[in-house]
């Protein structure tokens, strides 16, 4: 089964990683845009350090010569030194240095303009007929450390963008598709047999079409279901006077033929015409089982009706009926002349398939589970897999139109319950039983 994808979820964590990557994009741009511009003004810095302490450096110089001066500078206090400077002559010699200079650092002889070590970024600069030139130093560490912390000051904020952003971007998505979920709701929470129009109130344009189709396809729907259940019932309906009469008229032409082979063949007229109104009546009963109206608004007590059913088939079976029901009251939304319908459908095919004057075992427990149980011979799994469409029955010499389990489908089906149906019948040899939950809540 494949996992479901929430539209919401998809759109709020791919906004908000898109933005997310946005802004890192525009983070390392300006980082690096950052970058270069510190070094312009960190390559000013040394040009300009190195043109400021120049000439002091050749003064210094020409007055150590007079016998004055010192070749390193001396410091003004401990400090951490970022710029170092080297003053030498074109040979290399050292004339003047500060005081936290790394002599390493620089190359054997003096060189002029800006250039790079492993280590640091130098200026060189010339003085007296390039007689004279000094070198400033800068580690190019203090220039990375410059960058990765304005880098830092610029990514910091994204900690605290990134979860708000999130949250932003889920409620702004929550609130254009509250109608979206809405509808969703709506369609999840309707029954098989709901099959009215949906509201399309404010839903967003691009859903507007579904929905219309939607309703455009339940109208169609309900047209078709109420055209045949309407022709169903109809025809139940209007069979029902005429057989009636028809069976009066045999029955009253039995009473004045007296010839042998006459009443024989009036006794058959009889019986088809028995058939016939009780196929009527099943046909009757399974338009109203599909019609919908199988849930109530408010709960019943199944119980009474339950008994007031069996005591119906004790009296027209002597002896074929084991009912076991709860103390207790069980009550459901299913609708009761539903229940009454699907009920008698269950123990009239347990009445015509048992065995021949085998009891029909009927229970009912207090969670509402129904359990019709007789015995006989048992249906094979080829068999069983059909027993539910119209007019299918299993191999059987019982008189019946093969509607009893159809129509007992058609109701749980229409109420949201299932209908299991096991043969042999649990815990027997034989059998066929017919097992449901009939309790529905709200």
Known sequence: MKARHSLQRTLSLGLTVGVTLLW??????????????????????????????????????????????????????????????????????????????????????????FFDTDTHRIYGESAVSDTLFIEVAEPLAHR????????????????????????????????????????????????????????VERLPAEFEPIAASINRLLERLRRALEAERSFTANSAHELRTPLA?????????????????????????????????????????????????????????????????IGDYERLNPGRIDAQLPNTEVTSLLNPDAFAILIRNLIENALKHGGKGGAVEIRLSADGTVSVKNHGDIVAP?????????FVRAETNALGSGLGLAIAEAIVSGAGIRLGLHSPARGWQDGFEAELNVVIKR
Not at 87 to 96: E, F, H, Y
Not at 273 to 289: D, G, I, M, P, T
Not at 382 to 390: G, I, Q
């Open 24 to 113: 890192l994009m525009g983070v390392t741009a300006s980082a690096m845009v950052a970058q270069h511009e510190m070094n312009e003004v960190f390559d000013s810095a040394l040009q300009e350090t190195a043109q400021r302490i120049l000439p002091l450096a050749v003064t210094d110089i020409l007055s150590r010569e007079a016998g004055t001066g010192q070749k390193r500078a001396p410091a003004m206090g401990d400090h951490e030194e970022y710029l170092t400077y080297l003053v030498r002559d074109a040979s290399g010699k050292i004339l003047l240095q500060s005081h936290d200079t790394d002599i390493s650092v620089f190359d054997a002889r003096p060189r002029q303009g």
């Open 245 to 309: 009469t028809a069976l009066a008229k045999v029955q009253r032409l039995k009473t004045e033929l007296s010839e042998k082979t006459s009443l024989q063949k009036a006794s058959e007229i009889e019986e088809s015409l028995h058939n016939l109104a009780r196929l009527s009546q099943k046909l009757l009963e399974l338009a109203k089982a599909e019609g919908g109206g199988v849930l109530s608004e408010e709960e019943h007590d199944l119980v009474p009706i339950l008994e007031t059913i």
């Open 382 to 390: 080829s068999d069983m897999a059909l027993l539910r469409n119209r």
């Open 144 to 199: 990375r450390e410059a960058a990765f912390e304005a880098g830092l000051a610029l990514l910091l904020p994204l900690l605290v963008l990134i979860p708000v952003s999130l949250i932003g971007v889920w409620w702004a998505v929550r609130c254009s598709l509250r109608r979206v979920v809405v509808f969703r709701e709506t369609l999840e929470s309707r029954g098989s047999a709901d099959l009215s129009p949906i509201a």
